[in-house]
């Protein structure tokens, strides 16, 4: 090796390598002091990538868990005031079968009406106080599907659904394609504002029997057909399932006995029954004119017709108290069948950004848990109490009957919360356990080995401190030229 004084490679060479130890050790100390493997995109810029993604994702899944828990607080605080209701219904009833009682006369009924009169105001303040954080609760929470089957005919209690389910639905109105008798195939559309349609075709051949060629839910049982990219679900019932909530009747072929259906309406001015003879044989045209006839006189909205498309006579006696259609042949008429909701819509109304909760990181309807809460006042549409009255020993007993219907909706309003809140308690597991994986995962990338950072960290200290040692040596090699001029 040449003895050089211009240009000293040897300390060239090590200042070059105590350089890269200094850089090194300090790298190691930024990761020892901060416990990150990757503190800047240069450090790892894929990792660094997904490392935000992660950190993203588990930040909302944090706030989840907190939605989630508001959620349940939120249900538990209307589930509370309609226990409240309920007691009071139940009170009410108590109160009309007191009236109801000849050991009363109509003067002590002028007592019980103005103690029921007061429940029925009671009922609706509780459902105007119940709020959370300034939101009414039980006057209608949520979107909820419109119950008038004048508007959504899937409930008009001749298609066989007996409850329609939403869970992140958009409002509209929602048709129903059923055109076939014998595929099995139900198709459901919604086009929205813009112009898109939204629409998802099930076939639930699985789940139907087969009875003197018709394919059909069977006696005694339910199942639900599951919309889920629409979030709807239909509850559909077969025979015997929803005769005694659902007042419809129908008849498909002549009747093959005499019969007589009597029919007595819940209102006092009309309460004497009315007599529609049948006779073996009938065409099913004149029974249905003979009885639309009667229903109309008792009620405006009670009906008898031909349908359409089934060419059976249906028969919806709204609130007025039957007898004789079994004998006469007729049977409950919300029964499905294949091909039975063609043609028929529901309507979801808007809840103004109510009852809906989102429990997943991102958007889409998979992220969000949407409930909805029913009008629970008693002058409201849906328990209806504002017209019955314990004044006179009739009333008092048509209202038993009202009562005891209120007394059902409520309590299953208070199951679908109880559901719910259990849904929101699996929830809660769901995502905190998720945290703990996405968090393991984000470490992974992430996190230093802190005992790998320590054994680099000696060895960039040692070799730092012996490249100084080595550039004081390397910078006395040429003084020994001073030594050849001497």
């Known amino acids: 090796m040449p003895l050089r004084i211009n240009h000293n490679i040897a300390a060239i060479n090590a200042r070059r390598r105590m350089n890269t130890n200094f850089r090194d050790q300090g790298i190691?100390?930024?990761?020892?002091?901060?416990?990150?493997?990757?503190?800047?995109?240069?450090?790892?810029?894929?990792?660094?990538?997904?490392?935000?993604?992660?950190?993203?994702?588990?930040?909302?899944?944090?706030?989840?868990?907190?939605?989630?828990?508001?959620?349940?607080?939120?249900?538990?605080?209307?589930?509370?005031?309609?226990?409240?209701?309920?007691?009071?219904?139940?009170?009410?009833?108590?109160?009309a079968i007191q009236s109801a009682s000849s050991t009363v006369n109509d003067l002590n009924?002028?007592?019980?009406?103005?103690?029921?009169?007061?429940?029925?105001?009671?009922?609706?303040?509780?459902?105007?106080?119940?709020?959370?954080?300034?939101?009414?609760?039980?006057?209608?929470?949520?979107?909820?599907?419109?119950?008038?089957?004048?508007?959504?005919?899937?409930l008009d209690g001749f298609s066989g659904v007996k409850v329609i389910s939403i869970s992140g639905a958009v409002a509209g109105t929602y048709t129903f394609t059923d055109t076939s008798d014998t595929d099995n195939q139900i198709n459901l559309e919604i086009t929205l504002d813009d112009g898109t349609k939204l629409e998802q075709s099930i076939d639930i051949g699985p789940s139907l029997d087969l009875d003197n060629g018709k394919n059909l839910v069977a006696t005694g049982t339910t199942f639900v057909a599951n919309f889920d990219r629409l979030g709807v679900q239909l509850n559909l019932v077969g025979a015997g399932v929803d005769d005694h909530q659902t007042p419809t009747w129908k008849l498909s072929e002549p009747p093959e006995e005499d019969g007589a259906i009597n029919l007595v309406t819940h209102d006092e001015a009309a309460c004497d029954p009315q007599c529609v003879e049948i006779e073996a044989g009938e065409d099913l045209e004149d029974i249905q004119v003979?009885?639309?006839?009667?229903?109309?006189?008792?009620?405006?909205?009670?009906?008898?017709?031909?349908?359409?498309?089934?060419?059976?006579?249906?028969?919806?006696?709204?609130?007025?108290?039957?007898?004789?259609?079994?004998?006469?042949?007729?049977?409950?008429?919300?029964?499905?069948?294949?091909?039975?909701?063609?043609?028929?819509?529901?309507?979801?109304?808007?809840?103004?950004?109510?009852?809906?909760?989102?429990?997943?990181?991102?958007?889409?309807p998979n992220n969000r848990i949407e409930v909805a809460i029913d009008d629970m006042r008693a002058t409201g549409p849906r328990l209806n109490l504002k017209p019955t009255s314990v004044a006179t020993i009739n009333t008092s007993r048509t209202a038993i009957t009202q009562i005891d219907h209120a007394i059902e909706r409520v309590s299953r309003q208070r199951g679908d919360l109880g559901a719910w809140m259990n849904r929101l308690n699996f929830t809660i597991s769901f995502t905190e356990n998720s945290i703990e994986n996405v968090q393991n995962s984000e470490a992974s990338i992430s996190d230093a080995d802190i005992a790998t950072e320590i054994s680099r960290f000696t060895r960039a200290q040692v070799l730092s401190q012996a490249a100084t040692s080595m550039l004081a040596q390397a910078n006395i090699v040429p003084q020994t030229v001073l030594q050849l001029l001497q």
């Open 290 to 364: 003979k009885l639309d006839a009667a229903l109309k006189e008792l009620d405006p909205e009670a009906f008898a017709r031909i349908d359409d498309i089934t060419g059976e006579l249906q028969v919806d006696v709204k609130d007025i108290e039957t007898d004789g259609f079994q004998a006469a042949g007729f049977v409950g008429a919300n029964v499905y069948e294949d091909g039975r909701l063609e043609g028929k819509v529901f309507r979801i109304m808007p809840g103004d950004g109510g009852g809906s909760f989102q429990v997943g990181p991102y958007d889409g």
């Open 28 to 95: 190691r100390l930024e990761r020892l002091s901060s416990g990150l493997r990757i503190n800047r995109a240069a450090d790892d810029a894929a990792g660094l990538s997904v490392r935000e993604g992660m950190r993203a994702e588990i930040s909302g899944l944090r706030q989840n868990v907190l939605n989630a828990e508001q959620g349940n607080n939120l249900l538990q605080v209307a589930e509370g005031s309609l226990n409240e209701i309920n007691a009071m219904l139940i009170r009410m009833r108590e109160l």
């Open 109 to 154: 009924r002028e007592s019980i009406q103005a103690e029921y009169n007061q429940i029925i105001q009671e009922i609706d303040r509780v459902s105007w106080s119940t709020t959370y954080n300034d939101q009414v609760l039980l006057t209608g929470f949520g979107n909820t599907v419109t119950q008038n089957s004048l508007i959504s005919t899937a």
